[in-house]
């Protein structure tokens, strides 16, 4: 059976200073499964939106979160109901995700990444999933492309690529669109982004090897989905 493995760059918790509270709770609608759900953090609305919208009979097998120093290691003091105490970013995440994944525990793995040793951060992170991988016939990749800290969305695609080249193929792209409050946000699905990096790279492709597999990989997965 397909495994389903998912990405993401943990982003800050965000506290009220005074209050304890939570920032932002945005009411996120998880798309084709028709659920509305409030999120406290980030990237849960992404992660809410895979779990929720998988294949009957699938599930969310693994989970990669990369973490920086100070999501894992800053300590914030929550006062929310039910949830009061103090936790760092990555503790009030796993409180959160726990909500709807009982299993959290087993899938669960958090990677260190240090944004002044990017390249091998990369390759550390690329190197891990692979490692998953290498044991199941079939691996389909989910990745969160909200938040984390400033370049986060190019060391992801950077570790995309990595597992493409390993034969991991990319399911989905995903990005958390939160709108105003009373406005309910929602999660896009950017694979289209995906498939035009795949594109560009094809020519380059061509130009410097006079290959065109990629660009016609390109317009024939176009044509699938628009038949």
Do not use: W
Request: hydrophobic share 40%; with cysteine; charged share 25%.
């Amino acid at each position: 059976m397909k495994k389903n493995v998912m990405l993401l760059f943990l982003s800050m918790l965000s506290v009220d200073r005074d209050s304890g509270l939570i920032r932002n709770k945005p009411m996120y609608n998880l798309g084709k499964c028709g659920a509305v759900v409030e999120t406290h953090m980030t990237n849960e609305s992404a992660v809410r939106y895979v779990a929720a919208n998988l294949p009957e009979g699938q599930k969310l097998d693994k989970l990669y979160v990369f973490t920086s120093k100070d999501a894992s290691g800053k300590v914030f003091a929550v006062k929310e109901p039910g949830a009061e105490g103090e936790y760092t970013s990555t503790e009030y995440f796993k409180l959160r995700l726990r909500q709807f994944l009982p299993n959290l525990d087993e899938i669960y793995e958090e990677i260190a990444y240090k944004e002044d040793d990017a390249l091998k951060s990369i390759a550390k992170s690329a190197r891990a999933v692979h490692a998953y991988a290498a044991g199941y016939e079939e691996v389909g990749l989910s990745v969160d492309l909200t938040g984390g800290f400033r370049n986060a969305n190019m060391a992801m695609l950077n570790i995309v690529k990595l597992l493409q080249y390993g034969g991991i193929s990319v399911d989905n792209l995903l990005y958390s669109h939160m709108r105003q409050k009373g406005q309910e946000s929602y999660v896009e699905e950017a694979n289209e982004i995906y498939r035009l990096l795949n594109l560009i790279s094809g020519a380059e492709e061509f130009v410097r090897f006079g290959s065109v597999e990629s660009v016609l990989a390109y317009y024939r997965e176009k044509q699938d989905l628009s038949a």
